[in-house]
């Protein structure tokens, strides 16, 4: 697995279970990963030498990010490994454009967008959509950074937009009255088996996940809905392991699709305890092409919520023994170190109802983190 942060490590922890030999390209020792003991090659993601060096541990190459670029990706496919999922796929999670391109080729509902490569661009756009209006990197965003609410055209000037005719690095697009933020986690084979689990719905602060609950608050047919978009979408692009599809439900009933991660993701945390099998042991049978497990939820509803950094002294440590006070709660702790906007662990409740589940788990969280 290339990378070693908070997803391979939860990978690692299933690979135990099931005796997968896991190994794993770090940029420290410290990371995530590593610190709980998976198998290790030192060296960055973009360091062809390193890529190659970790990538012959493998049967497999698969991915904790999506921050190998394409060209890199290419050479491992032309030495001979196998990437699971393979850089087409990849590049759909990598540059938003490209994505929004392809899935609205693919007909399935986005919102309304364009590529920026001048401020002229999003004035444009503006004149047919309205303000305000969303500015995105077209690259390396994540946890809301690279999203901008634009509220007119004066913040558009003040932002440096220009590429001096090369590609465009940004894309405008319509800003949404958002019902809910909805999430379905795909597991897909090479051989082509896709095994989806119930729709989640995401609760963002500043464009960072803050919690979520399993199923999604929203009407069966909408929920149906999302993940055979979702699993269309999977399959169109030929993507292997787990496949993360974030969507909207708008005010007006419109559900689109926003982004997907071609990676465990965050929204599938859940699946630890709420669903037959996880996502990290899922991403492991699909990415080795082996029968996925069921992903029936073994609870009627369940609540995760993420322990966000403040960067305080001793956190997330110092409140372990009075979370685990809250027997309900499942904690799991990155061994990251705090710091603001990061982060650093999660808490899952399993309940009855969705309310329950999140309060508790909420309760437990609090004692983790400074809120
Ligand atoms: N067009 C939009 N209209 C309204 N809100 C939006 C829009 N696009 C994004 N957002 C808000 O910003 C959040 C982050 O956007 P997006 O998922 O595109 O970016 P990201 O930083 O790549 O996210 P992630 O953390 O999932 O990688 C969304 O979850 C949503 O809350
Ligand atoms: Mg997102």
Request: charged share 20%; proline share 6%.
């Amino acid at each position: 697995m290339i990378g070693a942060g908070q997803l391979a490590r939860m990978t690692w922890q299933a690979a135990v279970s099931l005796d997968v030999g896991l190994h794993v390209l770090a940029a420290s020792p410290l990371d995530p990963a590593v610190s709980a003991g998976a198998p290790y090659t030192l060296g960055s993601t973009d360091d062809p030498d390193a890529l190659a060096r970790a990538a012959t541990e493998g049967d497999v190459v698969t991915f904790d990010h999506e921050l190998v670029p394409q060209g890199q990706l290419r050479r491992l496919v032309d030495d001979g490994h196998l990437l699971r999922p393979q850089p087409a796929a990849l590049e759909l999670a990598q540059d938003k454009l490209a994505a929004r391109t392809t899935f609205q080729q693919m007909g399935i509902a986005v919102p309304a967008f364009t590529p920026v490569s001048r401020p002229q661009d999003v004035h444009d756009f503006a004149e047919r959509h309205g303000w305000p209006l969303v500015l995105k990197a077209r690259r390396g965003g994540y946890d809301g950074r690279g999203v901008h609410l634009v509220e007119g055209p004066a913040a558009v000037d003040s932002m440096s937009l220009d590429t001096r005719g090369g590609s465009p690095a940004w894309l405008a697009e319509e800003h949404l009255e958002l019902a809910a933020e909805l999430a379905v986690v795909v597991a897909r084979r090479p051989s082509g088996q896709l095994a989806s689990y119930p729709c989640v719905q995401t609760h963002q602060v500043d464009g960072l996940c803050r919690e979520l609950v399993m199923p999604a608050d929203v009407p069966a047919h909408v929920g149906r809905q999302a993940v055979a978009m979702a699993e269309s979408l999977v399959a169109g692009i030929d993507a292997s392991g787990i496949c993360a599809v974030e969507l909207f439900l708008t005010g007006d009933g419109r559900l689109l699709l926003n982004e997907i991660a071609t990676r465990p993701h965050n929204s599938g945390h859940v699946t630890i305890e709420a669903c037959r099998t996880s996502q990290f042991e899922q991403h492991l049978r699909a990415v080795l092409d082996w029968p996925l497990g069921s992903t029936a939820m073994v609870t009627p509803a369940a609540a995760t919520v993420n322990l966000i950094g403040s960067g305080r002294d001793g956190e997330p440590w110092r409140g372990l023994a009075a979370a685990l006070a809250e027997e309900q709660a499942s904690i799991h702790l990155y061994g990251k170190q705090s710091r603001p906007e990061r982060k650093i662990g999660h808490v899952t409740v399993l309940a009855d109802d969705r309310l329950s589940a999140l309060e508790r788990a909420r309760a437990a969280a609090a004692q983790l983190v400074a809120g």
